[in-house]
C-alpha cells in the first residue's frame, strides 16, 4: 500500500506551497539552494526507477527547487529536468490505464495516485510555463542586439525545449484521454486540475511564433489538448472569455483559434462553443471597439477564417454580429461581409434551395450591395473582392448580374486607386464566367434579340386569339366587384342630389325581385342593386334570402344579400350551360389539354429566350461602358491599376468585343513607361493576344498573327506605330517572332501571296518594325525592296513606295554620333539604283495632282540624306528636274493664254497649277530642312570621327618618343591643354562653327539653289489674298520655317512675317505650321525667339481646336526642354485642363505630370497661376477655375510645400480685389491636406483673411477645411487648436467686418490702392490677346534690357509699384513686363542671353 502522505492542492500560485494553510494540505518543506539541484534530481532518479511515479511524492520539493531558480539554473539541469519529468509522467499514464481499471484499487493506493498525478502534471505544466517565458525572453533579446544581460541571454536552453513541446503536449493529451473521474470518486475531473493544462496551452499560444509554420504539429497538438480539456470539464463559458481575451490581446493566435474551433466543432462535436464566441463578439459593443481598436483585428480576422472554414455554423450565428455593420470599425464591417460572402459560395449556393435560405441568400446579396458605396474606401474595395469570389465559384444568381456589373462599372470613378483596381478585377471575373456566351459583341446581340422579341409577340398574339376564356369563379368575380359595389351602398346613406329621383320599385314577389336585382348586377348598375335590395330588406323582413339584422350594420347586410343572390345565380346559370353540353369520352378532353398546353409550353421557351438575349445585350451595354472608363484609368499613377486594366483588355478582346480593339490600340504607348512592371505587362498582352495562337501549323500561326497585326495598323497614328514597333522589335531580339511569318511578309509585298494594297502596305510597315531588331531582314533584301517597291508602278501607289522609304530608312541607323570611332556610318553610292529610282519616282510624280505625294516626297529626301554619299548633289538634282517642270508648264501655260487673248500678254501674268506650286514649295523646303540636319549631325559626326581617329594615330606615333619629351625641361603648355581636355573641346567648338558659317553665308547666298526660290516663298506669304489656296498657304508657311532654321540672319528679318502670319491668317493649317516652326526655331535660335514668346502662348487661347492642340505641344515640349521662360503666361496652358476637346486636356494634364517630376516646379508656379486665373480679365469660371485647382493641387504632396501654400495663400487675401478671388483663394485652402503645423500657419495669418469671412462661401470653405481636420484625427493639442479657430472663425463670420477688426487687435495692415494695380495688370496682359493689336502695330518685341535703357532716357524715374499677386519666387522686375510691344525704331542691337547646355561649351 503506498503511503499518499498529505493531500496536495494545486496552488493558484508557486508561493502558495511554501504557505501552510491549516487544513493538512501539503506544504514544500525546503526549497533547496542551486548546488544541490543536481544531487536533488539525481536522487530523484534513482527513486523513480525503484517506485516508479509515486517517487514524486518524497521528491516533489527537488522538482519546485529547481522551478524556483529556473532563472539563474544552467541549462543542464534545465534539460535533465525536463527529460525526467516526461520519463515519469509518461510513464505513470501508461500505468493509469490499469490501475484505472483495476475494481479492487484501495482508497489509499488512488488517494497516492492521485496526489502523484496532482504533483507530476503540476510541476510539468509549471516547467511548461517556464520554457515559455524563457524562449519569450530570447526572442525579445534577439530583437534588441543592443539589450542587456547578454551573459543570462547564452544560458539559454530553447533548441532543446522547441523539440520537447511538442511531445509533452501530446503527452498530456494521451493523459486527459484516461477516464480519470475515478480517481476523484468517480466524480467530475476537479476543475483545477483541467485549467492547468488549459493555462499551459494558453501561454504556449501566446507567443508570437507559434504561428509559423514550423510549428504546425504544436498548434494541432494544442488544439487537440484544449479539445480534451473541454470535453472533460464542459466550462464552455470560461474558454469562451479567455479565447475572446486573447483575440483581443493577441492578433497572431485569430488564425490559429480559427482553425482549433473548426475542429473542436467538426470532430469534438463542440458546436455550441461557436455560437457562444460569436455571441461574445456580437456582444461587444461596437462604438467601444472603434475608440479602443485593440482587438478589431483579431476579433475580423477570427470571423473571416472561420467563416472560411464552418461557414454553416456561421451562418446560424450571423445575426448576433449584424449590428457591427452599422458601426464605425471598417475591419468589423469587412469580416462580416467576408463570413456572408463565405456562406453564399459555400452554403447558399444552387438552385434547389429552400424558400427561407433564398431570402437569406438574398439579404446577404443586398447588404453586399449597399456596401459597395460604403463610406470607407477598405469596405468598398473588399467587397468587390469578395464579389469576385462569389462570380468565380457561380454563386451569384442571374437575376442579380446586372445590378452587381452596373455597381462595378459605377466604381471605375472612385477616388480610391485600390477600389478601381478591384472593380477592373471584378469586372473581368465577370467576363470569364458569363453565362452568356462566348463572344459579347452588343452589335451582335441586337439583331437576334429583335429577331427573337417579334417571334415572341406573334407567339402571344396566336395563344391570345385561340386561347378560351379562363374560368372564373363566380367568388373571384365578386371579390373583383366588391370595391366598386361598397361604394355604390355607401352612397345609399347620403342625400340625394339634385335632379337624382328613386324610379326603381320592388317587385311583387320575391323571385321577380331577386332576377330584377341580379340583372342590374350584371349591367354594372350596382347603386341602383343596392338600393332595390335596401327596399326588398324592408318589404320582404324575414324571408329568405333577405332575411338579416337591419339595425346592427345596414351596410354590410346589404353586401352580403347582393354577393349571395350573384354568387347563387351565376352558379346555376354555369350549371345550366354546362348540362347543355355533349359528353365526350376521356381521351379526346386530353387530346384538347395536350393540344392547349403545346402552345404554353412553346410560349414559356420563347420567353425565356428573349430573357436570356435581353440579359445578355444588357451584360455587353455594360462591359462596352467600362471600356470606354478603364480606357481613361490606363494612365493612372497606380501600377497595379495600369496593369489590371491592361489584364481587362486582354480578357474582353478573346470575346470578341471590337471596342477591345481601341483599348488594346491605347495601352501600346505604355510600352515607354518607366515601370519595368507596366512594360512588361504590355509586352505580355500582346504576347498573348498575337503571339500566342491556337492554330497547329507554323503557317496557320504565321497567318493569324500577321492579320492581327495588320488590323492594328488600319488608321493608326504615328505614334500608335511607333508603338507598335518597340514592341514588335522587343519581339524579334528574343526570337519569339518565327521565320514564317518573316516568309510572309515577304510574300505579301512581292505580291506571291494575294492580298490588298492595304495588306501590302501593313507587310512593308512590319518589316521594318522586325528590321529595328534585326536590320539584316532588310539588308539581305535591299535590291527587292527597292526594284519592288520603287519600281515604275510606285506612282500608282506613292503610300507603299512612302512605306519602302521607311523601311529602308531603318539601314541608317542611330544618326547620333557614335563614340566608336571605328563605326563608318553606312552610305552608299550616287549611282546606286536606290537613288536613280527615287528620283525619277519624285520627278514622275512632281507635276501629277496626287494627295499622297509630298509625303513620299518627305520620306524619299530624308533616305536620300541619310543613305547616299553626296546626298545635296542629288537633292540639288531633283529641284532642278522639278523646276524645270515647272517653268516649262509656265511657258505652256503663257502660250495657250498669248494664242487664245493676246491681252494677257500686257499682264505678263501666266497660270500655274496650284497644286505643283504646292509640290514645288514643300519639296524645297524637305530638302532644306534636311540639308541643314544633315550638316549638323551627319557631317559634324563625321568629322569628329575621322579628327579622333587622326589623333589617335598621332598619338601612337609620339608615345615611341614621350620620354624624350618629358626629359625636356621646355614649357609644357601643350601638354597641360591635353591633359585638361581643352584639344577635343577647342576642336569640337571649331567643327562646330564651320558649320555654322555654312548655314550662314553659304547655304542662302546668290550662288546656291535656295536663294532661287525665297522670293518666290516670301511673295506667297506676303499675299495671302492673292494666293488663297489652303494647300499651298499651309506648305509656303511650312517652308518659310524650314528655311529660317538655315540662317540667323534670315530668321531674324523675316520672324516678324513668320508671326504675322501666325496671328493673322484665317487658315487653321496656317497657324499650326507657323506654331511648329516657330517651336523649332525657339530651339535653334533661342535668343531671337525670346521676345516672341508670348505670341506662342496667345495660340493656347485659338478659337480652332487643332491649332490649341498644336500650340499645346510645342509649348510642352519648350518648357519641358527649358527653351522658354515659365512664368504667369503658364496660365495658358493650365486654362487648356477645361478645354472642351478631351485631347487637348490630354495634351495639358501630361504636360503638368512630365512638369511635376522636376522638382518643385508645379509649387513655384501655383501663386503666379491662381492670380492669372482668378482675375477678373482672364475670364475663367468659378467652376473651371476649381476643376484647374483639383489637377494641380494633386501634385503637391510633400508637407513643406503644404505649409508654405497655406502661408501664402493667406497673404493673397491682402492684395485680393474682387469676392471672387476670396472665393478663390479659399477653395484652393481646402484642396491642401492641411496639417497641424498647417493649421498653425493658418492661425498665425488670420488677420490676413479676417475680414473676409463674411463672405459665406469664403467662410464654408474653412470650415470643411476644419472639418476634414479634425475627422483626420491627431494629438489632444491640434483638436484644441482647431476648435479654437473653428471658434473664432464663426466670430468673425457672425459680427461682419467690425467684430473682426476687433477680434484682432493690432491687425495694422494697409490696403494696396486697387486702381495702379489695375492698370498694370491689364497692360501685362494685353500681348496675350491677339483682340488687343491693331495691324499697324504689329511690331518685333526687342529685348528688355534695352528697352529699360531706352525707357530710362525717355522719361524720368517713377516709383516701383506694387504688381498684384506677384509671387514671391518670382523677381521683382514688373517695369520690364509692362509691355511685349515695341515701335519700329526700337531696333534690337543686344540679346537676351539663353545658352543651351553642349557638350562643346568651354567651361
Same mark, same amino acid.
Given at each position: 500500500m503506498a503511503d499518499a502522505g498529505p493531500q496536495f492542492q494545486l496552488p493558484l500560485a508557486a508561493a502558495d506551497l511554501l504557505r501552510d494553510d491549516g487544513r493538512g494540505h501539503y506544504v514544500v518543506q525546503e526549497v533547496l539552494p542551486p548546488r544541490e539541484l543536481p544531487p536533488a534530481l539525481v536522487a530523484f532518479r534513482a527513486a523513480f526507477r525503484s517506485r516508479g511515479a509515486l517517487a514524486v511524492l518524497q521528491h516533489f520539493d527537488a522538482v519546485y527547487s529547481v522551478l524556483h531558480h529556473f532563472r539563474t539554473a544552467g541549462s543542464n539541469v534545465k534539460e535533465d529536468v525536463l527529460e525526467l519529468m516526461v520519463q515519469v509522467v509518461s510513464r505513470h499514464s501508461s500505468e493509469l490505464s490499469a490501475i484505472l481499471s483495476d475494481s479492487r484499487l484501495s482508497l489509499a493506493n488512488r488517494a497516492a495516485h492521485l496526489n502523484a498525478l496532482k504533483m507530476n502534471c503540476y510541476l510539468l505544466t509549471s516547467l511548461v510555463d517556464a520554457f515559455e517565458m524563457e524562449t519569450c525572453k530570447n526572442r525579445l533579446l534577439e530583437a534588441d542586439p543592443g539589450g542587456k544581460n547578454k551573459k543570462n541571454h547564452a544560458r539559454t536552453s530553447g533548441p532543446l525545449w522547441e523539440e520537447e513541446r511538442e511531445p509533452v503536449l501530446q503527452l498530456l493529451t494521451q493523459l486527459l484521454q484516461l477516464d480519470l473521474r475515478q480517481l476523484w470518486g468517480g466524480l467530475s475531473v476537479e476543475e483545477e486540475f483541467v485549467s492547468l493544462m488549459m493555462g499551459s496551452c494558453y501561454r504556449i499560444l501566446e507567443n508570437p511564433s507559434i504561428s509559423h509554420q514550423r510549428y504546425r504539429g504544436t498548434r494541432e497538438a494544442v488544439t487537440h489538448l484544449l479539445a480534451r480539456a473541454l470535453l472533460h470539464c464542459g466550462q464552455m463559458f470560461g474558454a469562451t472569455l479567455k479565447i475572446t481575451q486573447m483575440l483581443q490581446h493577441f492578433e497572431h493566435v485569430a488564425p490559429v483559434f480559427a482553425q482549433a474551433v473548426s475542429l473542436w466543432a467538426n470532430e469534438y462535436g463542440l458546436k455550441s462553443l461557436v455560437g457562444e464566441l460569436l455571441r461574445e463578439i456580437g456582444q461587444k459593443c461596437p462604438q467601444d471597439l472603434a475608440r479602443e481598436a485593440s482587438g478589431l483585428k483579431g476579433y475580423a480576422t477570427f470571423i473571416t477564417e472561420l467563416a472560411e472554414q464552418i461557414p454553416a455554423l456561421v451562418l446560424s450565428n450571423m445575426s448576433v454580429l449584424l449590428h457591427h455593420l452599422d458601426g464605425e470599425s471598417y475591419m468589423m464591417r469587412n469580416a462580416i461581409l467576408a463570413a456572408m460572402a463565405e456562406a453564399l459560395m459555400q452554403v447558399l449556393n444552387g438552385d434547389e434551395l429552400e424558400e427561407a435560405a433564398r431570402g437569406t441568400r438574398d439579404k446577404f446579396l443586398k447588404m453586399l450591395q449597399a456596401h459597395v458605396c460604403d463610406v470607407h474606401s477598405f469596405v468598398r474595395s473588399r467587397v468587390l473582392q469578395l464579389f469576385t469570389r462569389i462570380v468565380q465559384h457561380k454563386a451569384l444568381p442571374l437575376t442579380q448580374f446586372q445590378a452587381v456589373v452596373s455597381l462595378a462599372v459605377g466604381r471605375l470613378k472612385d477616388k480610391s486607386v485600390l477600389v478601381v483596381k478591384n472593380a477592373i478585377q471584378l469586372l473581368a471575373a465577370f467576363l470569364s464566367n458569363n453565362p452568356f456566351s462566348c463572344k459579347l459583341s452588343s452589335a451582335d446581340l441586337a439583331e437576334p434579340l429583335k429577331k427573337e422579341v417579334q417571334k415572341l409577340q406573334e407567339m402571344r398574339d396566336r395563344v391570345r386569339s385561340t386561347a378560351v376564356a379562363p374560368v372564373v369563379t363566380p367568388e373571384e368575380e365578386w371579390?373583383?366587384?366588391?370595391?366598386?359595389?361598397?361604394?355604390?351602398?355607401? #352612397?345609399?346613406? +347620403?342625400?340625394?342630389?339634385?335632379?337624382?329621383?328613386?324610379? !326603381?320599385?320592388?317587385?311583387?314577389?320575391?323571385?321577380?325581385?331577386? *332576377?330584377?336585382?341580379?340583372?342590374?348586377?350584371?349591367? !354594372?348598375?350596382?347603386?341602383?342593386?343596392?338600393?332595390?335590395?335596401?327596399?326588398?330588406?324592408?318589404? @320582404? +323582413?324575414?324571408? =329568405?334570402?333577405?332575411?338579416?339584422?337591419? *339595425?346592427?350594420?345596414?351596410?354590410?347586410?346589404? !353586401? &352580403?344579400?347582393?354577393?349571395?343572390?350573384?354568387?347563387?345565380?351565376?352558379?346555376?346559370?354555369?350549371?345550366?350551360?354546362?348540362?347543355?353540353?355533349?359528353?365526350?369520352?376521356?381521351?379526346?378532353?386530353?387530346? =384538347?389539354?395536350?393540344?392547349?398546353?403545346?402552345?404554353?409550353?412553346?410560349?414559356?421557351?420563347?420567353?425565356?429566350?428573349?430573357?436570356?438575349?435581353?440579359? /445578355?445585350?444588357?451584360?455587353?451595354v455594360k462591359i462596352t461602358e467600362a471600356l470606354n472608363l478603364i480606357s481613361k484609368v490606363m494612365y493612372e499613377n497606380s501600377v497595379s491599376v495600369v496593369q489590371e486594366a491592361i489584364e481587362f483588355f486582354v480578357t474582353v478582346l478573346q470575346f470578341g468585343m471590337p471596342q477591345a480593339l481601341l483599348g488594346v490600340r491605347r495601352m501600346l504607348p505604355l510600352i515607354w513607361s518607366k515601370e519595368p512592371g507596366i512594360k512588361e505587362a504590355v509586352l505580355n498582352a500582346y504576347r498573348r493576344l498575337y503571339l500566342s495562337s491556337s492554330e497547329d501549323s507554323e503557317r496557320a500561326k504565321a497567318h493569324s498573327l500577321v492579320h492581327s497585326l495588320s488590323l492594328i495598323m488600319v488608321d493608326a497614328s504615328l505614334g500608335t506605330i511607333q508603338c507598335l514597333e518597340e514592341i514588335i522589335s522587343e519581339f524579334v531580339q528574343k526570337d519569339e517572332i518565327k521565320p514564317a511569318v518573316i516568309q510572309l511578309l515577304w510574300e505579301r509585298f512581292t505580291e506571291k501571296s494575294r492580298c490588298s494594297s492595304l495588306e501590302r502596305r501593313a507587310a512593308v510597315m512590319l518589316l521594318g518594325m522586325m528590321a529595328r531588331g534585326k536590320p539584316e531582314i532588310i539588308g539581305s533584301n535591299l535590291d527587292i525592296l527597292v526594284t519592288v517597291g520603287l519600281s515604275e508602278k510606285a506612282c500608282e501607289d506613292y503610300r507603299l513606295a512612302q512605306e519602302v522609304c521607311n523601311v529602308l530608312s531603318k539601314l541608317a541607323g542611330n544618326p547620333k554620333p557614335a563614340l566608336d570611332k571605328n563605326s563608318v556610318p553606312f552610305r552608299l553610292p550616287q549611282n546606286h539604283m536606290l537613288f536613280s529610282c527615287l528620283s525619277e519616282t519624285v520627278s514622275k510624280g512632281f507635276g501629277q495632282p496626287s494627295t499622297h505625294w509630298i509625303p513620299f $516626297?518627305?520620306?524619299?529626301?530624308?533616305?536620300?540624306?541619310?543613305?547616299?554619299?553626296?546626298?545635296? =548633289?542629288?537633292?540639288?538634282?531633283?529641284?532642278?528636274?522639278?523646276?524645270?517642270?515647272?517653268?516649262?508648264?509656265? #511657258? =505652256?501655260? &503663257?502660250?495657250?493664254?498669248?494664242?487664245?487673248?493676246?491681252?494677257?500678254?500686257?499682264?505678263?501674268?501666266?497660270?500655274?497649277?496650284?497644286? %505643283?506650286?504646292?509640290?514645288?514649295?514643300?519639296?524645297?523646303?524637305?530638302?532644306?530642312?534636311?540639308?541643314?540636319?544633315?550638316?549638323?549631325?551627319?557631317?559634324?559626326?563625321?568629322?569628329?570621327?575621322?579628327?579622333?581617329?587622326?589623333?589617335?594615330?598621332?598619338?601612337?606615333?609620339?608615345?615611341?618618343?614621350?620620354?624624350?619629351?618629358?626629359? #625636356?625641361?621646355?614649357?609644357?603648355?601643350?601638354? %597641360?591643354?591635353?591633359?585638361?581636355?581643352?584639344?577635343?573641346?577647342?576642336? &569640337?567648338?571649331?567643327?562646330a562653327e564651320l558649320i555654322r558659317n555654312i548655314c550662314e553665308t553659304e547655304l542662302l547666298d546668290g550662288k546656291h539653289l535656295f536663294s532661287a526660290f525665297v522670293p518666290l516663298l516670301l511673295q506667297i506669304c506676303n499675299n495671302p489674298g492673292l494666293y488663297s489656296d489652303s494647300a499651298l498657304s499651309a506648305a509656303a508657311a511650312l517652308t518659310l520655317g524650314k528655311i529660317c532654321m538655315i540662317s540667323s540672319e534670315f530668321c531674324e528679318s523675316h520672324l516678324r512675317l513668320? @508671326?504675322? $502670319? %501666325?496671328?493673322?491668317?484665317?487658315?487653321?493649317?496656317?497657324?499650326?505650321?507657323?506654331?511648329?516652326?516657330?517651336?523649332?526655331?525657339?530651339?535653334?535660335?533661342?535668343?531671337?525667339?525670346?521676345?516672341?514668346?508670348?505670341? !506662342?502662348?496667345?495660340?493656347?487661347?485659338?478659337?480652332?481646336?487643332?491649332?490649341?492642340?498644336?500650340?499645346?505641344?510645342v509649348m510642352t515640349h519648350l518648357i519641358l526642354k527649358d527653351m522658354v521662360k515659365v512664368k504667369g503666361q503658364v496660365s495658358e496652358m493650365a486654362a487648356l485642363l477645361i478645354d472642351p476637346e478631351e485631347a487637348i486636356v490630354g495634351v495639358a494634364q501630361n504636360f503638368f505630370g512630365e512638369l511635376s517630376n522636376k522638382g518643385n516646379a508645379i509649387y513655384n508656379l501655383l501663386p503666379d497661376i491662381i492670380s492669372h486665373l482668378s482675375s477678373p480679365d482672364c475670364g475663367i469660371e468659378e467652376e473651371s477655375f476649381h476643376t484647374i485647382m483639383r489637377h494641380l493641387f494633386s501634385y503637391i504632396t510633400k508637407d513643406k510645400q503644404t505649409e508654405s501654400l497655406v502661408e501664402k495663400l493667406c497673404q493673397r487675401f491682402r492684395t485680393a480685389r474682387t469676392e471672387r478671388q476670396y472665393r478663390d483663394l479659399s477653395h484652393c485652402l481646402t484642396l491642401l491636406p492641411v496639417s497641424e503645423r498647417g493649421l498653425h500657419k493658418l492661425q498665425d495669418n488670420f488677420d490676413c483673411f479676417a475680414d473676409k469671412l463674411q463672405d459665406p462661401a469664403v467662410y464654408n470653405c474653412f470650415q470643411t477645411l476644419l472639418a476634414r481636420f479634425c475627422?483626420?484625427?491627431?494629438?489632444?493639442?491640434?483638436?484644441?487648436? /482647431?476648435?479654437?479657430?473653428? +471658434?473664432?472663425?464663426?466670430?468673425?463670420?457672425?459680427?461682419?467686418?467690425?467684430?473682426?477688426?476687433?477680434?484682432?487687435?493690432?491687425?495694422?495692415?494697409? $490696403?494696396?490702392?486697387?486702381?495702379?494695380?489695375?492698370?498694370?495688370?491689364?497692360?501685362?496682359? +494685353?500681348?496675350?490677346?491677339?483682340?488687343?493689336?491693331? &495691324?499697324?502695330? @504689329?511690331?518685333?518685341?526687342?529685348?528688355?534690357?534695352?528697352?529699360? #535703357?531706352?525707357?530710362?532716357?525717355?522719361?524720368?524715374?517713377?516709383?516701383?509699384? $506694387?504688381?498684384?499677386?506677384?509671387?514671391?519666387?518670382?523677381?521683382?522686375?514688373?517695369?520690364?513686363?509692362?509691355?511685349?510691344?515695341?515701335?519700329?525704331?526700337?531696333?534690337?542691337?543686344?540679346?537676351?542671353?539663353?545658352?543651351?547646355?553642349?557638350a562643346r561649351r568651354l567651361r
Open positions: 371579390e373583383a366587384m366588391l370595391p366598386e359595389v361598397r361604394a355604390a351602398t355607401q #352612397q345609399l346613406f +347620403q342625400p340625394l342630389q339634385e335632379g337624382e329621383e328613386e324610379v !326603381l320599385e320592388v317587385e311583387e314577389t320575391v323571385e321577380s325581385t331577386v *332576377e330584377q336585382i341580379t340583372g342590374l348586377l350584371r349591367k !354594372l348598375n350596382y347603386k341602383s342593386a343596392a338600393r332595390l335590395t335596401q327596399k326588398a330588406l324592408c318589404r @320582404f +323582413q324575414g324571408k =329568405e334570402p333577405f332575411s338579416g339584422p337591419m *339595425e346592427e350594420n345596414e351596410e354590410a347586410t346589404i !353586401l &352580403d344579400v347582393l354577393k349571395r343572390l350573384y354568387t347563387v345565380c351565376c352558379a346555376g346559370s354555369c350549371q345550366g350551360e354546362n348540362s347543355e353540353d355533349p359528353p365526350n369520352d376521356n381521351s379526346h378532353n386530353n387530346k =384538347e389539354v395536350a393540344q392547349e398546353e403545346q402552345p404554353q409550353t412553346e410560349l414559356v421557351k420563347q420567353e425565356l429566350l428573349v430573357q436570356y438575349l435581353q440579359d /445578355a445585350y444588357n451584360f455587353s $516626297m518627305e520620306a524619299a529626301v530624308t533616305l536620300i540624306y541619310q543613305l547616299a554619299e553626296g546626298a545635296e =548633289e542629288l537633292c540639288a538634282h531633283i529641284l532642278q528636274v522639278c523646276s524645270q517642270q515647272a517653268l516649262e508648264k509656265l #511657258q =505652256e501655260s &503663257d502660250g495657250q493664254n498669248a494664242g487664245d487673248s493676246p491681252r494677257r500678254d500686257s499682264d505678263g501674268a501666266g497660270s500655274l497649277p496650284t497644286f %505643283m506650286l504646292v509640290h514645288l514649295v514643300s519639296l524645297v523646303g524637305q530638302v532644306a530642312m534636311q540639308q541643314v540636319a544633315y550638316l549638323e549631325v551627319s557631317v559634324s559626326a563625321e568629322l569628329r570621327r575621322r579628327r579622333l581617329l587622326k589623333e589617335e594615330k598621332t598619338k601612337k606615333n609620339s608615345d615611341s618618343n614621350k620620354k624624350q619629351q618629358r626629359s #625636356q625641361s621646355t614649357g609644357n603648355e601643350t601638354t %597641360m591643354e591635353e591633359e585638361l581636355g581643352l584639344v577635343g573641346a577647342t576642336a &569640337d567648338d571649331t567643327e513668320l @508671326f504675322t $502670319m %501666325m496671328e493673322k491668317s484665317t487658315l487653321p493649317g496656317v497657324r499650326s505650321n507657323l506654331i511648329i516652326a516657330a517651336g523649332d526655331l525657339a530651339i535653334r535660335f533661342p535668343n531671337l525667339v525670346e521676345p516672341w514668346t508670348s505670341h !506662342l502662348y496667345a495660340r493656347l487661347r485659338d478659337p480652332c481646336p487643332s491649332v490649341r492642340q498644336t500650340a499645346g505641344l475627422r483626420a484625427g491627431g494629438k489632444p493639442e491640434a483638436k484644441t487648436l /482647431a476648435e479654437e479657430l473653428e +471658434q473664432k472663425l464663426s466670430a468673425c463670420h457672425n459680427r461682419g467686418l467690425d467684430s473682426a477688426e476687433t477680434c484682432q487687435e493690432g491687425s495694422q495692415t494697409p $490696403m494696396p490702392v486697387p486702381a495702379k494695380r489695375k492698370t498694370i495688370a491689364s497692360s501685362r496682359r +494685353q500681348p496675350l490677346s491677339p483682340a488687343n493689336r491693331d &495691324d499697324d502695330d @504689329f511690331v518685333t518685341p526687342q529685348p528688355r534690357n534695352l528697352r529699360n #535703357q531706352k525707357r530710362d532716357q525717355k522719361r524720368p524715374p517713377r516709383k516701383k509699384v $506694387m504688381i498684384t499677386f506677384s509671387s514671391s519666387d518670382e523677381e521683382n522686375s514688373s517695369e520690364d513686363e509692362q509691355s511685349a510691344e515695341l515701335r519700329d525704331e526700337e531696333t534690337p542691337t543686344k540679346t537676351t542671353p539663353i545658352t543651351r547646355s553642349s
